[in-house]
Each structure stands twice: as structure tokens, then as C-alpha cells.
């Protein structure tokens, strides 16, 4: 499925410019950041610029860095797109692009981890590290920006969220609050979890060390899974265990966090 960044932001801009008339103690705001701008990629760089910067790493050159990876990285605004997108099908609550852009720090901190991820690539390991620090501080969540993530995702909530080193996720995964993808004990090199395509993961579960999570997959809320899951099954408990095959080809999409057991299905 493909993702027209310039329909996507006519839209953004049709919701506010009718909130603006509903709600006109916003307007100011709303203008400032989003009617002011003529595309999405400005706009989404400004607003994170302004929720990263400090007095120690002023707004400015943030949003310069902002532009330099969306100019270089035309990719990077096209997985906003897909996440913006992903959240609004699959979260009751955002009903709005617009509120989804400027309110909910799940996405904010995955559009921000983009960029960590991006100088990362490029050698620019301090920054990205800085970044990384910044977006815990702001979002309470830490994302390592070596970690590789895909597009379509869902940060449900998104507090206490953390993801490794060299964790993988794939496009379309949804995972909610208080979610670990770590590593166990001290070992080093390729320690992190690789999570499929489509997979769910309820809140507070702990995924950990380099183990695959199949696509398709559903992680139980609160389970500690410490072997892989094959594509299309259920898992939860402590330590996980499997339960049944998911009744989706794509928990992620669904979202429904119910574990039906096999004795429930017949």
C-alpha cells in the first residue's frame, strides 16, 4: 500500500482549519504549527525541533538537522506518513491526524528516533546518543538509535517503551506501553529481539535476547518471552508459552488483546 504525503497533508490541514473554527483559543497555536507551513515535512521537523530543543541545544540547529534528513532521506517522510496513518486506523482515541501529529508522543518519539537512527548511519554516533537521551527525557522512551524499525508502527500510549541495540521491527507492528526488547545478562554483539511483521505486543510484555518473533505473531500483555514464536501464534505468561494460533492473519491491525484459548474455540 502506497502513502501520498501531499494528500496526507491537505488532510492535516482541512482538520485544523475546521478546529480553528470550532475551538478558536487554539488557533494561534495551530497556526503556528501547522497553516503556517506549505508541506508535511517542515511542519513535523519544527514541532520536534521545539520538543527536543534546550538551552544547551537550541530549537534552531535542530530543525536544521530536521532538514538536512528529510532532504537526503525523502524516504524518512513517507514512514511518517505510513505511521501517522497506521495510528489513526488502529488507535480508538485518534480520531485526527492533526492530533495525532501534535499530541501523541508515541509518534512523536518514533518520528524523532528517525532522525537519531539517520545520523547513527552516518558516523554521527554523539548526536544520535544525544538524541536518544533527549527523546527519553521528553517522551519517556529509549530507543537505542542503532536499532533498525520499519514503517506503519504503532507506539500505543508509548510510555516506558524501550528497544535495543540490535533489535529489529518490522512494518505494521503495534505494540503498546511499558514494552522491553533487551538483551539478557552481558553478552555482546547481536542480543536484541527481531519482531515481524504485523506481530502485537500487549502492554508491559519483556521480549529479550536475539530471538524471532514471527510475523503475524501475538505477544500477551505483561508476558516474559525468552524463546522464539512462530508466525501466526499466540503467546503469554511468565515465562511465555504458546496458547493458540492468532484468529488474525495480522494482530497489529486488530488490536484485539484478548488471548483465546483452544478450548474457547471450539
Known amino acids: 500500500m ?27 497555536f495551530l497556526e503556528q504549527h501547522i497553516l503556517r507551513y506549505q508541506e508535511f515535512a517542515p511542519a513535523l521537523g519544527m514541532l520536534l525541533s521545539v520538543k527536543l530543543g534546550s538551552k544547551h541545544f537550541p530549537p534552531p540547529v535542530l530543525e536544521g538537522l530536521f532538514e538536512d534528513f528529510y532532504r537526503q532521506s525523502p524516504d524518512a517522510i513517507a514512514f ?14 485518534a480520531v485526527n491526524y492533526f492530533e495525532i501529529l501534535l499530541f501523541l508522543k508515541g509518534y512523536q518519539a518514533l518520528q524523532s528516533y528517525r532522525l537519531a537512527h539517520w545520523l547513527w548511519k552516518n558516523g554521527r554516533h554523539s548526536l544520535a546518543y544525544f538524541l536518544q537521551n533527549r527523546i527519553s527525557e521528553v517522551f519517556a522512551v529509549d530507543i537505542h538509535p542503532a536499532a533498525v524499525i520499519g514503517k506503519g508502527i504503532l507506539l500505543d500510549h508509548a510510555t516506558g517503551v524501550v528497544i535495543g ?7 505494521n507492528v503495534s505494540m503498546l506501553h511499558e514494552v522491553t526488547l533487551g538483551g539478557t545478562g552481558k553478552e555482546s554483539g547481536d542480543r536484541h529481539p527481531k519482531v515481524g511483521k504485523s506481530v ?11 530471538i524471532r518473533i514471527g510475523e503475524g505473531a501475538k505477544v500477551g500483555a505483561g ?37 483465546v484459548f483452544p478450548e474457547e474455540k471450539r
Open 200 to 210: 502485537m505486543i500487549g502492554a508491559g510484555a519483556k521480549i529479550l535476547g536475539n
Open 165 to 171: 541495540e540490535t533489535a529489529v521491527v518490522e512494518d
Open 80 to 93: 511518517a506518513a505510513f505511521d501517522l496513518v497506521a495510528t489513526q486506523q488502529r488507535d480508538p482515541a
Open 2 to 28: 502506497g502513502i501520498d504525503v501531499t494528500n496526507i497533508w491537505s488532510a492535516i490541514v482541512d482538520e485544523v482549519r475546521r478546529e480553528c473554527d470550532r475551538e478558536p483559543e487554539i488557533r494561534m
Open 223 to 259: 508476558s516474559v518471552v525468552l524463546d522464539d514464536v512462530p508466525p501466526h501464534y499466540t503467546v503469554a505468561g511468565v515465562p511465555a508459552h504458546i496458547v493458540g494460533r492468532t484468529e488474525s492473519r495480522a494482530p497489529s491491525l486488530d488490536m484485539d488483546q484478548r488471548l
